[in-house]
């Protein structure tokens, strides 16, 4: 059977903000609330069992915490996870993406970055909110670079160097394609490539190791 649409599956641990967050859901064209989850172990199972697209993933939930849920899952390879919370904390943040998810959002989103977060998560890119993206930047200011596999970005030509500057940079491929005079598809291949030369799983993986290797640093104004 074809499966149409993106498959979602709710986990959190208070059925007033699962309701909430289906009916915003439920409201968009080639939305499917696949299953719902009170906490981990139970998104963990459902998960495995109904193979669904992106799981929203809160982090706070009885027995295994979200975090632990997002590395089971990922770890399976069953589907995307994207957090939702209401605890603005920056512990949180990077244990969700050294868990594997592949974006994190917090609860006081409006529905329409919700609904364009899960799209952007289905499709297999990383998504992080601006006020987090800052705050990843923030964490790199306050510490000097530090050079990991330094080796490996020997492999990286002129251009895919540049590429992943302007990604540490938080620009999408479409602002990317605006500032360099090229097709967005072809900046899309330059990313995969990128990512498979240096072995990183997404662009969220990009930034850090870009600032941990000084390839970028906060204000850099790629050429």
Do not use: W
Not at 47 to 62: E, F, H, K, T, Y
Not at 98 to 111: D, E, I, R, T, V
Not at 177 to 197: D, I, M, P, Q, Y
């Amino acid at each position: 059977m074809t499966r149409t649409g993106i498959r979602i599956l709710l986990a959190d641990d208070q059925k007033l903000i699962r309701g909430g967050i289906r009916m915003i859901l439920q409201s968009e064209d080639g939305f499917e609330i696949a299953g719902e989850a009170e906490d981990g172990a139970q998104a963990v199972e459902l998960a495995r069992s109904l193979r669904p697209d992106v799981v929203l993933m809160d982090i706070q939930m009885p027995g295994l915490d979200g975090l632990e849920a997002t590395r089971q899952v990922v770890a399976a390879g069953d589907c995307a996870v994207l957090v939702l919370t209401t605890f603005n904390r920056e512990d949180y943040l990077f244990q969700a993406l050294q868990a594997g998810a592949s974006g994190f959002l917090l609860k006081n989103a409006s529905p329409e970055d919700l609904i364009s977060g899960v799209r952007v998560v289905a499709r297999g890119d990383a998504l992080l909110a601006p006020e987090l993206t800052r705050r990843l930047f923030d964490r790199f200011m306050a510490r000097p670079a530090v050079s990991q596999r330094p080796d490996l970005l020997d492999l990286l030509t002129e251009r895919e160097a540049q590429i992943l500057r302007l990604v540490a940079g938080g620009d999408s491929n479409a602002e990317i394609a605006g500032k360099l005079f090229v097709g967005e598809a072809t900046v899309k291949t330059h990313v995969s490539r990128v990512l498979n030369k240096l072995g990183l799983r997404d662009r969220v993986q990009a930034v850090v190791y870009a600032y941990e290797t000084g390839v970028a640093a906060p204000g850099d104004t790629p050429p």
